[in-house]
C-alpha cells in the first residue's frame, strides 16, 4: 500500500504529466507522443530524471476513466521511482456531465491505491516489495479530503483482501478456512461475527449448501458479518457465493475451464470487501453480510443430475446441472437473509454464467434488479464507483423456463437466456423482498494477457467491492 500525501499547489517538476490530444500537438512531437487514451511516453530529464507522459485524448468523461487514468500513472512511473509527483486533473480536462473535484480525487485516490496491489506469489525466493511515496499536487489536504484518503485506503484493503481470496490456491483455501480469514480480517471492528458449522447447517436444514459441499471432505458453513450501527433502522442484505474449488460436480467443467475454478468464491470476497470498508470507516446502514462456503467436488455422496432436495426456505429444487452450484448455495443464504437476518432489501453476487462473460466481456458486467428504489440507488453507487453494469429485462417468459415438473424450481432454464433465468431462480428465492443480482463471471479476474482496466492487475479483481460500498454506506 502507497503512502499518498496531499498538496494544495500544484506541482512543478512531477513525474507525470497529463496531456489531451490537443494539447500533444502544442509539443510538436508527431508521431512520438500524439496524446491518444492512456498513451503513454518515458520522457528523460537532466541529472536521471525523467517524466511520463500520459495521454487523454480528447479527456476524462466520467469516474472510471479518473481511475484509469490515475492507475495508469502508477504503473508506467513506478518501475523508475520510489517517489512519485503529479496533480489532480483540473476541470479543463474534463469532458463529462460536470466536474466534482472531490469525486474526482477520490477517483484518483481509488485508481492509484488498486493500482499498486501485488499479487501473492509461492515461489521459494521473491523480491522484497519497496515503499512508494506519491504526492498529489492540487488537493488540499483539508479534514475533508483527508478524511476520503483513510476511506479510500480501507477500501483497498479490503479489496486486497478479497484480490489475495481469489489469487489463492484451493488447497490453502477450504471453507472454514475461509472463514477463519475473515473473522481475522474484522478483529476489533464493530461488527459481529458468526459461523455456522455443519452441524448447525444440518440443524437448520440448509439443504441446498449441504447439498453442495457434501461431495467434499472439506466440511461447508456459512458465515455471516453482522453491522448494525441503526438499531431501528432496516437492513440491507449483501449475499456473496463462496464456492472456493469448483470443479463442476458430476457436471464436470472442460479442461480449458479448470485453471480458474479456484476463483469461485469472487462474490464472497467482494463482499468481504465492502463490508470491511464499511465497519472500519463507520458507514450509517444497517448492512449483513450472508456468505455460504462449500467446496463442489466429485465424490460418491455428491449430487447428481436428477436428485431433488430441499432448502432453507422450505422450496423443494430440481438439479440438473451439478455445475450449477452457486445458484443452489444462493438460495439458502438469500433464504437466510430475509427470513433469520430480516433483511428488507438484498443483494447478491456470483461468478456465476459463462454467459455473462461471453456477452459484457471484462470490463462491465449484468445486473437484475426486482425493486426500482433499490436499483436507482444501485446506479448512484455505481457512478460514484466507476464500475460499470448493464441491466437486463426479464420477463414471464423468463420465468417459465425454471418452473420444474417435479419440484417447485429447477436450477436451469435451458440453452438461452442463461444469465437472466440464473439470477431468476436466485429471486425465487427472495420472498418478494428488494432484489439486486450481480453476475461477476467475466469482471471477477483479469487473466488475459494485459487487464482490461488499469487498476486491475494479473489475478483477482475484487470486482463489486466499491460499487456495494458505496450502495451501503
Same mark, same amino acid.
Given at each position: 500500500?502507497? $503512502?499518498?500525501?496531499?498538496?494544495?499547489?500544484?506541482?512543478?517538476?512531477?513525474?507525470? !504529466?497529463?496531456?489531451?490530444?490537443?494539447?500533444? +500537438? #502544442?509539443?510538436?512531437?508527431?508521431?512520438?507522443?500524439?496524446?491518444?487514451?492512456?498513451?503513454?511516453?518515458?520522457?528523460?530529464?537532466?541529472?536521471?530524471?525523467?517524466?511520463?507522459?500520459?495521454?487523454?485524448?480528447?479527456?476524462?468523461?466520467?469516474?472510471?476513466?479518473?481511475?484509469?487514468?490515475?492507475?495508469?500513472?502508477?504503473?508506467?512511473?513506478?518501475?523508475?521511482?520510489?517517489?512519485?509527483?503529479?496533480?489532480?486533473?483540473?476541470?479543463?480536462?474534463?469532458?463529462?456531465?460536470?466536474?466534482?473535484?472531490?469525486?474526482?480525487?477520490?477517483?484518483?485516490?481509488?485508481?492509484?491505491?488498486?493500482?499498486?496491489?501485488?499479487?501473492?506469489?509461492?515461489?521459494?525466493?521473491?523480491?522484497?516489495?519497496?515503499?512508494? #511515496?506519491?504526492?498529489?499536487?492540487?488537493?488540499?489536504?483539508?479534514?475533508?479530503?483527508?478524511?476520503?484518503?483513510?476511506?479510500?485506503?480501507?477500501?483497498?484493503?479490503?479489496?486486497?483482501?478479497? !484480490?489475495?481470496?481469489?489469487?489463492?490456491?484451493?488447497?490453502?483455501?477450504?471453507?472454514?478456512?475461509?472463514?477463519?480469514?475473515?473473522? *481475522?480480517?474484522?478483529?476489533?471492528?464493530?461488527?459481529?461475527?458468526?459461523?455456522?458449522?455443519?452441524?448447525?447447517?444440518?440443524?437448520?436444514?440448509?439443504?441446498?449448501?449441504?447439498?453442495?459441499?457434501?461431495?467434499?471432505?472439506?466440511?461447508?458453513?456459512?458465515?455471516?458479518?453482522?453491522?448494525?450501527?441503526?438499531?431501528?433502522?432496516?437492513? #440491507?442484505?449483501?449475499?456473496?457465493?463462496?464456492?472456493?474449488?469448483?470443479?463442476?460436480?458430476?457436471?464436470?467443467?472442460?479442461?480449458?475451464?479448470?485453471?480458474?475454478?479456484?476463483?469461485?468464491?469472487?462474490?464472497?470476497?467482494?463482499?468481504?470487501?465492502?463490508?470491511?470498508?464499511?465497519?472500519?470507516?463507520?458507514?450509517?446502514?444497517? #448492512?449483513?453480510?450472508?456468505?455460504?462456503?462449500?467446496?463442489? !467436488?466429485?465424490?460418491?455422496?455428491?449430487?447428481?443430475?436428477?436428485?431433488?432436495?430441499?432448502?432453507?426456505?422450505?422450496?423443494?429444487?430440481?438439479?440438473?446441472?451439478?455445475?450449477? *452450484?452457486?445458484?443452489?448455495?444462493?438460495?439458502?443464504?438469500?433464504?437466510?437473509?430475509?427470513?433469520?437476518?430480516?433483511?428488507?432489501?438484498?443483494?447478491?453476487?456470483?461468478?456465476?454464467?459463462?454467459?455473462?462473460?461471453?456477452?459484457?466481456?471484462?470490463?462491465?458486467?449484468?445486473?437484475?434488479?426486482?425493486?426500482?428504489?433499490?436499483?436507482?440507488?444501485?446506479?448512484?453507487?455505481?457512478?460514484?464507483?466507476?464500475?460499470?453494469?448493464?441491466?437486463?429485462?426479464?420477463?414471464? *417468459?423468463?420465468?417459465?423456463?425454471?418452473?420444474?415438473?417435479?419440484?417447485?424450481?429447477?436450477?436451469?432454464?435451458?440453452?438461452?437466456?442463461?444469465?437472466?433465468?440464473?439470477?431468476?431462480?436466485?429471486?425465487?428465492?427472495?420472498?418478494?423482498?428488494?432484489?439486486?443480482?450481480?453476475?461477476?463471471?467475466?469482471?471477477? *479476474?483479469?487473466?488475459?494477457?494485459?487487464?482490461?482496466? $488499469?487498476?486491475?492487475?494479473?489475478?483477482?479483481?475484487?470486482?463489486?467491492?466499491?460499487?456495494?460500498?458505496?450502495?451501503? +454506506?
Amino acid at each position: 500500500m502507497p $503512502e499518498i500525501i496531499l498538496k494544495e499547489e500544484f506541482l512543478n517538476g512531477v513525474s507525470v !504529466r497529463f496531456f489531451t490530444e490537443e494539447e500533444a +500537438k #502544442t509539443l510538436h512531437m508527431g508521431k512520438l507522443f500524439e496524446g491518444k487514451w492512456l498513451e503513454s511516453r518515458l520522457m528523460p530529464g537532466a541529472d536521471g530524471m525523467f517524466t511520463v507522459y500520459l495521454g487523454l485524448g480528447e479527456g476524462v468523461g466520467d469516474l472510471a476513466e479518473v481511475k484509469n487514468v490515475y492507475a495508469k500513472a502508477v504503473k508506467e512511473a513506478r518501475p523508475y521511482t520510489e517517489t512519485m509527483t503529479l496533480n489532480l486533473l483540473t476541470a479543463e480536462k474534463w469532458t463529462g456531465k460536470s466536474f466534482d473535484t472531490k469525486r474526482a480525487l477520490g477517483a484518483a485516490l481509488e485508481g492509484m491505491l488498486l493500482a499498486c496491489y501485488k499479487p501473492m506469489k509461492y515461489k521459494s525466493e521473491t523480491e522484497e516489495e519497496k515503499a512508494l #511515496t506519491i504526492t498529489l499536487g492540487g488537493a488540499a489536504p483539508t479534514p475533508e479530503h483527508e478524511k476520503l484518503l483513510e476511506e479510500k485506503t480501507a477500501l483497498a484493503r479490503g479489496i486486497y483482501f478479497a !484480490r489475495d481470496a481469489v489469487n489463492k490456491p484451493s488447497n490453502l483455501l477450504r471453507p472454514m478456512e475461509f472463514a477463519r480469514e475473515v473473522k *481475522e480480517l474484522f478483529a476489533g471492528l464493530p461488527a459481529e461475527i458468526e459461523v455456522y458449522d455443519r452441524q448447525a447447517l444440518e440443524e437448520m436444514h440448509m439443504e441446498a449448501l449441504l447439498t453442495v459441499g457434501r461431495g467434499s471432505s472439506f466440511d461447508p458453513c456459512l458465515t455471516v458479518i453482522r453491522y448494525l450501527p441503526d438499531k431501528n433502522g432496516p437492513v #440491507t442484505a449483501l449475499v456473496g457465493k463462496g464456492v472456493t474449488v469448483d470443479t463442476g460436480g458430476y457436471c464436470v467443467k472442460p479442461s480449458g475451464s479448470m485453471a480458474g475454478i479456484k476463483g469461485d468464491m469472487a462474490g464472497a470476497a467482494g463482499v468481504i470487501a465492502a463490508m470491511y470498508a464499511l465497519v472500519k470507516t463507520g458507514g450509517r446502514k444497517n #448492512t449483513v453480510a450472508v456468505l455460504p462456503m462449500c467446496e463442489n !467436488r466429485i465424490s460418491s455422496d455428491a449430487m447428481l443430475p436428477g436428485d431433488v432436495i430441499s432448502s432453507y426456505g422450505g422450496k423443494t429444487i430440481e438439479i440438473l446441472n451439478t455445475d450449477a *452450484e452457486g445458484r443452489l448455495i444462493l438460495a439458502d443464504a438469500v433464504s437466510f437473509a430475509v427470513k433469520h437476518e430480516n433483511a428488507q432489501r438484498v443483494l447478491d453476487i456470483a461468478t456465476l454464467t459463462g454467459a455473462a462473460a461471453i456477452t459484457f466481456g471484462k470490463c462491465m458486467a449484468p445486473v437484475l434488479a426486482d425493486g426500482e428504489e433499490f436499483y436507482e440507488e444501485f446506479v448512484e453507487a455505481q457512478e460514484r464507483s466507476g464500475e460499470r453494469y448493464v441491466r437486463l429485462p426479464f420477463f414471464k *417468459e423468463h420465468e417459465k423456463m425454471i418452473e420444474s415438473r417435479w419440484a417447485d424450481v429447477k436450477n436451469v432454464g435451458g440453452e438461452t437466456c442463461g444469465s437472466i433465468t440464473a439470477g431468476l431462480f436466485i429471486r425465487f428465492f427472495a420472498e418478494g423482498r428488494q432484489w439486486l443480482h450481480l453476475d461477476i463471471a467475466g469482471t471477477a *479476474e483479469a487473466q488475459n494477457p494485459e487487464p482490461v482496466c $488499469e487498476y486491475h492487475v494479473y489475478g483477482g479483481t475484487g470486482a463489486g467491492a466499491a460499487t456495494m460500498y458505496e450502495l451501503c +454506506k
